[in-house]
């Protein structure tokens, strides 16, 4: 991690912390290099210092090789729904191919059936990489409730500023359209909001 980016954090979240506020699960792509797990384990521990209860694939390995990854995280996003928290997706260069991928494997499946998911397949060379890790499994989740119109409600997408990834020299998936985004660190105080909407003039 960018010492000045570790710094930015500690300073935007200074003086916000209070009693429990609810559940935050952290979800990215597979994969990541060590910079960026970092900063994904920063950002949950900051998250956990200010109170909430949240839930990281990196840190659950002992439980994740026992239920699975796709059991685990329904265990989860069981356990948002039951305290009204939020899905956080980072966003990465790993995590957008995905997303990507996904996305047009499903819709490939959706509109001409199993030949249209193998010919999507086919021609991404590969595989389908969804439901293979826990991130993959939440793209399933995201799309599902894409469908249905509610995916706003649980997932929400965040970004490190050191990162150039959308609006730039990417373009965000499908998949991702319709949810909210926020750059961190410089949107910190705005994410924290998100997450507790019923607490704004704490914030």
Request: a negative charge; one cysteine or more.
């Amino acid at each position: 991690m960018r010492k000045k980016e570790e710094e930015i954090f500690r300073i935007l979240f200074l003086g916000q912390r209070h009693e429990a506020r609810g559940e935050v699960l952290l979800l990215h792509a597979s994969g990541a290099d060590v910079v960026e797990a970092g900063l994904v384990c920063q950002l949950g521990a900051e998250l956990s210092e200010l109170g909430f209860g949240v839930s990281l694939d990196l840190w659950s390995q002992a439980e994740l090789s026992s239920l699975g990854p796709g059991p685990w995280l329904h265990s989860k996003l069981s356990l948002l729904q039951r305290r009204r928290g939020k899905a956080l997706l980072v966003l990465s260069g790993s995590a957008l191919d995905t997303a990507q991928a996904c996305w047009d494997s499903w819709i490939g499946e959706k509109n001409g059936g199993p030949e249209g998911a193998k010919k999507d397949q086919t021609a991404w060379g590969k595989p389908s990489p969804c439901f293979s890790d826990v991130f993959g499994s939440a793209l399933s989740c995201v799309f599902s409730a894409h469908l249905k119109g509610g995916a706003a409600e649980r997932f929400v997408l965040v970004r490190f500023d050191s990162q150039k990834l959308v609006n730039g020299e990417r373009v965000m998936p499908m998949l991702f359209q319709g949810l909210e985004l926020y750059s961190l660190p410089s949107e910190s105080r705005q994410l924290l909001a998100e997450l507790c909407p019923e607490r704004p003039g704490e914030l």
